[in-house]
Every structure is written in structure tokens, then in C-alpha cells.
């Protein structure tokens, strides 16, 4: 790891400020990713702001439905959360399908969102990759593919987007709040808060330089069958193969998205109306002009397969 200097900042404005005057500067909180990545010098922030001290941890109710969740909420708080348990089920429910307990007790709600691909290519510094040195290539591309994505892919990356709870938020439809270096504040969708590669594929997300996300919210809750289904290779502690967040509403109709097929949460709000056609049906819109690589093009059946049981765990509550 490399040397860095520290401080702790005194509120959202100022940590943003502090961010934008000091070049190759990055906040910290939980660090479950952070430290992770300095440790491997993949990230070498010559920085660190220290923002656990800012009281961003906090739930708090909406005006007329909804929820303001703190930045700094911790995994584990967030899914326990009595309000959220009853009224956001799919995203208690993608939390705990998360990483570990312990590491759930230390991960933060931005953190969770800001997360960076687990790509072997990306963690493997004697590997080219575009999203860790720009313009390096993609080993990936050619190379073992089994768990990358299958959609929304580009010429310099197929990594997947690695977070459970982003899909949930997605989902939701939720906001995310910010607050720059000057002090103005502003709402990204979650739908427009994760970019795909492109040409640029180390850009993970929309938020400028020094930007400090200090919540997210969530508008009044959703009714229906709340479901998150996450297949992966062992039963714990492993990122998904395809996860499916879905709410299914009594005519069958809802809402769905999908983890582990793309460099963001995936979700085409236009396949929703097919629902009650049946898993097929929307999957064959929601992944229209996939481009998977032989080593995961399995994973389009499974997506279908996972959908198909949880509209059948639907069908048999109904009876």
C-alpha cells in the first residue's frame, strides 16, 4: 500500500471541498472495497477523507411515503430496519445476499453503490485492463468470461456490475442525493447513476469529481410479492451469476431487474408489461441483443429459469 495523507471532514460540503482541491483524493467510510483495492495498488489515492464522523446515518420517513436512507447507513442496519422489512422486502432481501455478515457490518449504503467490478482481470495488476489503466485492453474479452456480462457490453469491457443492493434500488426506482465541492445538491435516478462502458469504462459512475453521495431515497412503497433470487456458485460469500429482483403484483404484473448480466443493474421497464406472459416473454425483451461470450451465454437460461420459479413461488401463494 501506498503512502497517503488523511483527514476527517467536518460535513458533506466541506469533504466535498476537501476533495476537490486535493488532486487524487478519496473518501472513506467502511472501506471494504476501498482498502481492498490500495492494498492491491489498484486504487493509490494520494488522499483519504475520513466522512464516518458526518451524521449520515440515519433512516428517516418521506413526506407522503418513502424513505431517506443516510450514506452512511451500514448493510446490516438497512436490512434489518423494521420500515424497510415491511415495505422495501426486495432490498432487505438483496443485502442479505451479500458478502458476510461481518462485512455487511462495516459496508455503507454509498459504499455499496460505488463498489467496483470483481472482474479477475481487473484485480490482476499484471493484466491488461481498461477499466484499471485506460486504453490497456480488455483481457477479459477473449479471455475466461463465465461470469462476465452478456448486455450492454462494449468493444473495452464486459465486466459485470457486482452489488446486490443496486439492483433492489434499481428496482425501486430510487434517487440518489449528492452534494458538490460549492455546496449545491442535486438528485441523480438510480437509473442514470451507473453508466455503461463504452469508450470509457473506468467511468463507473455519473458523479463528478469530488461529488460526495450523502443519501438515498426511496419513493412510497411498492405493493405486491417482493422477491430477490441470487444464483451463484457456492451458497454464500460469492457474487452473482444472475440475481433477480422482482415485485409481482396480485394480476401478475410488476416490476424486475436484473444483477450479474452487465456493467449496471439491468432493467428495461418496457419487458415489465409482458410479465404476465411469462418469463420467456420478458426475458426475451429485456435481454434483446445480448452478446454473450460461449462461457456465459448460459446465463440467458438462467436468468429465464429464475424468473420462471419466481413467478411460480407467485402462482402457488395465490392458491
Not at 461481518?102 to 459504499?111: D, E, P, S, V, Y
Not at 484499471?132 to 479471455?143: D, K, L
Not at 434500488?169 to 458538490?180: C, H, I, N
Amino acid at each position: 500500500m501506498r503512502t497517503f495523507s488523511y483527514e476527517r471532514a467536518a460535513s458533506p460540503a466541506e469533504a466535498a471541498a476537501a476533495a476537490q482541491r486535493t488532486p487524487g483524493a478519496r473518501f472513506i467510510a467502511g472501506g471494504t472495497n476501498l482498502l481492498d483495492l490500495m492494498k492491491l495498488e489498484i486504487e493509490t489515492p494520494l488522499h483519504l477523507i475520513d466522512v464516518n464522523g458526518l451524521a449520515l446515518d440515519r433512516i428517516d420517513p418521506l413526506p407522503g411515503g418513502g424513505l431517506r436512507i443516510g450514506a452512511l447507513v451500514r448493510n446490516t442496519d438497512l436490512a434489518a430496519d423494521q420500515r424497510v422489512r415491511r415495505d422495501y422486502g426486495v432490498l432487505s432481501r438483496a443485502l442479505l445476499a451479500g458478502a458476510s455478515a461481518q462485512l455487511r457490518n462495516k459496508a455503507t449504503t454509498a459504499g455499496n453503490l460505488l463498489q467496483r467490478t470483481r472482474c479477475a482481470y481487473f484485480y490482476d495488476t499484471n493484466q491488461p485492463c481498461n477499466k484499471r489503466v485506460p486504453g490497456s485492453g480488455c483481457s477479459a474479452i477473449g479471455g475466461f468470461s463465465r461470469q462476465h456480462a452478456v448486455i450492454g457490453t462494449s468493444g473495452a469491457c464486459i465486466a459485470t456490475h457486482p452489488s446486490d443492493m443496486a439492483v433492489a434500488m434499481r428496482l425501486l426506482d430510487a434517487g440518489v442525493e449528492t452534494v458538490r465541492a460549492g455546496g449545491a445538491t442535486r438528485v441523480i435516478p438510480i437509473a442514470d447513476f451507473h453508466r455503461l462502458p463504452g469508450d470509457t469504462p473506468h467511468l463507473d459512475s455519473v458523479l463528478e469529481a469530488g461529488e460526495l453521495i450523502t443519501a438515498v431515497t426511496l419513493p412510497a412503497p411498492l405493493g405486491g410479492v417482493h422477491s430477490y433470487r441470487k444464483v451463484r456458485d457456492r451458497a454464500s460469500y460469492a457474487f452473482a451469476l444472475i440475481s433477480v429482483a422482482a415485485v409481482i403484483q396480485k394480476d401478475g404484473g410488476g416490476r424486475l431487474a436484473l444483477g450479474g448480466v452487465a456493467h449496471k443493474p439491468w432493467r428495461i421497464e418496457a419487458a415489465e408489461s409482458r410479465l404476465p406472459s411469462g418469463a420467456k416473454a420478458v426475458m426475451d425483451q429485456l435481454l434483446a441483443g445480448a452478446q454473450p461470450t460461449d462461457e456465459n451465454a448460459f446465463k440467458i437460461t438462467l436468468a429465464e429459469r429464475t424468473l420462471a420459479a419466481i413467478l411460480a413461488d407467485h402462482e402457488r401463494s395465490k392458491r
